[in-house]
């Protein structure tokens, strides 16, 4: 899984926590209705798109036949998903299910028009007397949160984030002390780890945070989430209203002004702008500006058109040295996490992959994918043009070779080769540093054994293999060894095989 | 050991299969006023184009950077509703309430579909192919009198859609830019670089490469004729399976259109013949739904019975036992009177066009059966 759908997964696992009532009463909300519907995975969103308009309950052995049976495990973590989150319901013979009707009559609406004028957002058409224009609401934006990410890594700043931002960090382990005051604080691992990924990510980090942080303040968790999903689909640029929004809403603007989410000129202005960071909330695309960047940006001012290429710096050659392009702090205490650094130039600093560095990245709770990925994206971009040519000619090769192109259902055949912008042994050797600490890894679950024939075993073998809940199987002891989750459906199958 | 240690990152390529990049849709409606005459008593175009806009919407809510375009294909030519190079989307008026109050009872009707408080994506894709659809509609009628050829301009169509995909894969959109900015990127290139980091980032995935855009296309047509350019048709379905483009066919209409058959089932798309267009809506959600990014997972609801029927050079009817070009392998319901190949004018032989004049059974090569693969030269050429 990449890195991008990381904060996919951990915003549906925490909305999955909440009691169906809380649910039940998010799907009021058209707004949140869309949002959820792009978290979900592509398997669960064609399912409930051939289920919105439909008016009977469907059976999911229908369902079911739309996918080839080796796709069932993806089938069945859809469902899960559906279900878990309370969109489906089923029928009591278990036969059945249809979409939950909230739910289905408000993303229904969304899509055909039909939804209540404000349901994403007031505008608001008064005349503004100073114009906000993107280029300020992106300044704004960026400033607010590398100030942010400045603090974290120990930059030397006039300005520190406000109580609630530093409360927040604290409560979500990214910074550990004993006092509130910003300058005791100190970055902890769970902070690093924070650092390498993309902003999405850490924006969302830090909004569940504050969920959390609202449910103790005894805020509606309904009208938070609510907002924040109202703000993924509020238009960049325009201004709103805030006399649609909730009393607790309005309180969350001012907090939401501390990460940069939305800009009002002052606490008690009755207009709000979305900024681009809000915008982008619930979309899966490349995060608009790493780490580094912001740095630069504040290195070198306004200034921001320098830093675009100044912000993938880092060579990595085939006898794992690291050169990277960079000034910054930030980047260079990055580094430093993995790389063990030699030199520092005034511009660059050069340094050396070791199985000492990367262990420690490991020790620190880093993983390998995580190391990989923070260099592929910020890889300097003669090695991305290198490694695209390198595929293309790959790819050319293979055509050359290969005349038999023209005969359709090649789009089955799985891509071949991949785009190599790091050095594969690199690449290679991380992975197995990696391995080298797990070399136990452990599962829970429950052990079957004791067959009465082989063809028992072996049907109950292949079911949970086919539904991807087998872990291990030896054939010849007869015994398999099936994940807790999977349990149950394996249970269920081997009673009705009786 | 082994089995231990490579499991952990098998694990990663597995779940790659069903990632959830975004894709563009590009949809062609054909109008050619024979065959929606056809169906008149069954459905109308403002009913299909509905069903086909709340459709959009569907695929613009599965990902924030999915993509849509809408190619109309009328006797007059195609040409983009959707994006439309003449208009700036960020400058939608917002006023389209009191617009419609000034407008006539007709235009306000086909608008009263989309309504202010609509997502914005929404409401810029509806606004804009609705008001393009009346505009071609209202040309349409008042061009009558000129000669409005009755044939289709569907390879046209499938062309343009063809061409705008290639651009979009290669530009592959981020966040932030908008469909809008594709078009005339050209003239925002000065303002992207000193704006936005978003932008920035947008133009990084372009050279990047890893996440392409995927594209599919779907073709709406009540056409009953056979009488599309099958050349033009074959080299752009060709031109699709090369992009990997899926080309969907949704036939309303009488009949089975064959050589749309071909083209779906060339570029693995979905071909269906609806016969009942009144639940166009389920139909559209369910079967076309099936993006590029799962279409490997899923059973395709398609016709495997497909009629590999092709067509004459000389004549354009279809063939369906024919004589082909040694050379070239262009298709012949009769022997051209010049004795040379109408489409590489190669010379044939005399004498073995004498012989073929005398006993045409002999040598004449049945493409009907479809046991063996000398059978279909035609879709291969």
Redesign the interface.
Known sequence: MSTGDLFKVTVINHLESLDDNTQSRLYAAPATCLSIYRLLPPMAKFHIMSMLFYEKNVAIKDLEKWSKPNTRHLQIESLERMRSLHLVQLSESGKYIRLHPIFKKNFADCLTGNQAPDAFGNLDTTVEKHTVDLKFLDTFASTKWETILHYMVGTELSSTPSRSVLRLLKSGGLMEGNSDYAQELKITNKGFQFLLQDINAQIWTLLLQYLDLTLELQMDAVDVLNFIFLLGSLELGKSYSVSALSDTQIEMLSDLRDFGLVYQRSATSNKFYPTRLATTLTSDSNSLQTPSMAIDKANSGIDSTDSKQRQESIIIETNFKVYSYTQSPLEIAILNLFVHLRTRFANMVTGQITRESIRNALYNGITAGQVIKFLETHAHPQMKMLAQEKLDKKIEFDASNNINTATGKSTDAPMQHKLEILPPNVVDQIKLWQLELDRIQTFDGYLFREFNNQIDYESLRNYASEIGVLVWSDDKKRTCFVTKEGLKQVSNFSSRRR | MDE??D???IE?HG??V???D?SLLTIVLEVSPEGWFNIKDQTSIMDVVKSLL?FL??HL?????NQVAFVLSSPAGSKFLYPDTSKTY?EIP?NVTSEETVENSNKSEELS????????Q??VV?ETVLSGLSQTMSDITHAQDDKVTGSSRLSGALSLALSYTNRMMKLDQ???TTTASAISSAANISNK??????A??GT??N?????RMKSRILVVTPNDNEDIKYISLMKAI?GA??M?V?IDIAKLGRKDSSYLQQAA????GVYLHIEKPLGL??VL??AY???P???????LPTNSNVNYKASCFITGKSVEIGYVCSVCLCIMSEIPDRMSCPTCNSHFDEKLIAKLKRKPVVKKRKLDNGSSESSTPAP?A
């Open positions: 231990i240690s499991n952990t990152f990663v779940s790659d069903s990632n959830d975004p709340v919407n569907g809510s599965l990902n924030n950077s960020e917002l579909f989309v309504t202010k408080g609509m997502y914005r929404f409401r509806d981020s966040i932030s670089e000193s704006s936005t980091a978003g920035s980032s990084n995935a050279s990047y490469g890893t996440s060709f399976q090369k990997k899926a089932d060339a570029t693995n809506i389920q959600c369910t739904f099936i993006e990014s799962i279409r490997p997972l899923m059973i291969e």
